[in-house]
């Protein structure tokens, strides 16, 4: 059973950092491209940024955090990391991560809260 597990969100100040983490369980990262999206308040679900597979080597960043958030992967942990500086009111939304740009339904996880505030 395929399993995506998001942490690594909080409160944190306009202008500070946050680093997600997302494991993943059941399947390889390794070959897919896996990306971040965000669902604030009354939106809908939307791609922030990517990793590409080994073979893809994409990256894919919104023009939204271009600039401020850095995606990385360690194939050998599982696991796909969103560090995010110079945070803004606006990038306050519940992170998920999912196979990109087409997410799996099925994988869907819980997703981690961020809350930019002063």
């Known amino acids: 059973q395929v399993q995506l597990v998001e942490s690594g969100g909080g409160l944190v100040q306009p202008g500070g950092s946050l680093r997600l983490s997302c494991a993943a369980s059941?399947?390889?990262?390794?070959?897919?491209?896996i990306g971040w999206f965000r669902q604030a308040p009354g939106t809908g679900r939307q791609g922030v940024a990517c990793?590409?597979?080994?073979?893809?080597?994409?990256?894919y960043y919104a023009d939204s955090v271009k600039g401020r958030f850095t995606i990385s992967r360690d194939n050998a942990k599982n696991t796909v990391y969103l560090q995010m500086n110079s945070l803004k009111p606006e990038d306050t939304a519940v992170y998920y991560c999912?196979?990109?740009?087409?997410?799996?339904?099925?994988?869907w996880g819980q997703g981690t809260q961020v809350s930019v505030s002063s």
């Open positions: 999912n196979k990109f740009p087409t997410p799996n339904r099925n994988y």
């Open positions: 059941g399947f390889s990262l390794d070959g897919h491209n």
């Open positions: 990793s590409g597979s080994t073979s893809d080597g994409v990256t």
